[in-house]
């Protein structure tokens, strides 16, 4: 069993829907949340950089973690094409060592 | 430079070669880190560096991998007598400090034949 569990999808959504992603994992030790975002043939790009449970908004995201669940999520309202990419959830103890999930690929359509 | 900057860009090498790939990371960034990233995979962590120090180099897959940053700027990996499973993305990133967000370079996409 992997540390971070994410579905791959695809998930197509509509113009304008909420795109929802989450995230499961198995070490309770971990205490550090990022979302990042990667385009086609480019890095991942960190949206959302989170520290143990609670939410946190940035403009049209917004990113929960649940450390008794052990399951974090991603919302992205009101989506546009431009957020179509692979969104991959990482998590960290404390330290530099990056676990990632597999990643979602989410196309919006116009 | 604005970010991480990874070269070549490609690289296509015939099995038993060495190949060394270079990670120019953030300006003033001290913490420098290589992953490995698979096919519709998320990255896997290989080394890190702080300053010019390897700090972890647990995820380095055999002796065959190195990684230097001598200069605590500039790193390079290095794989020796590269294997056709050494195929894949190779992604540097780079941190303010080891507890801070990391920033990813737009990676190394290695082949061999």
């Known amino acids: 069993q992997k540390e971070v569990e994410q579905d791959p999808g695809p998930l197509s959504v509509p113009e304008g829907a909420i795109v929802s992603l989450n995230c499961t994992y198995s070490?309770?030790?971990?205490?550090?949340f990022m979302w990042y975002r990667q385009y086609s043939r480019k890095g991942p790009e960190l949206l959302m950089y989170t520290y143990s449970s609670g939410n946190k908004e940035d403009g049209r995201f917004t990113a929960q973690v649940d450390k008794s669940s052990k399951y974090i999520s991603l919302f992205i309202r009101d989506s546009q094409p431009s957020d179509s990419a692979t969104y991959l959830c990482?998590?960290?103890?404390?330290?530099?060592?990056?676990?990632f999930g597999a990643g979602t690929t989410v196309t919006v359509r116009a | 430079g604005a970010g991480v900057s990874q070269s070549p860009r490609y690289k296509v090498t015939k099995r038993g070669q060495d190949v060394a790939l270079r990670c120019d990371p953030i300006?003033?960034?001290?913490?420098l880190y290589w992953y490995r990233q698979a096919l519709g995979q998320g990255p896997e962590f290989l080394t890190y560096?702080?300053?010019?120090?390897?700090?972890?180099k647990s995820g380095l897959p055999n002796d065959r991998f190195s990684a230097e940053r001598p200069e605590g700027s500039i790193s390079t990996l290095t794989i020796q007598r590269t294997e056709q499973r050494d195929s894949a993305m190779y992604r540097c990133?780079?941190?303010?400090?080891?507890?801070?967000?990391?920033?990813f370079g737009d990676g190394t996409r290695l082949s061999i034949l």
């Open positions: 990482a998590m960290n103890p404390n330290d530099y060592k990056l676990s």
């Open positions: 560096f702080n300053y010019e120090a390897q700090q972890d």
């Open positions: 990133a780079s941190s303010l400090g080891v507890d801070q967000p990391q920033h």
């Open positions: 070490n309770s030790a971990f205490q550090y």
């Open positions: 300006s003033g960034h001290v913490s």
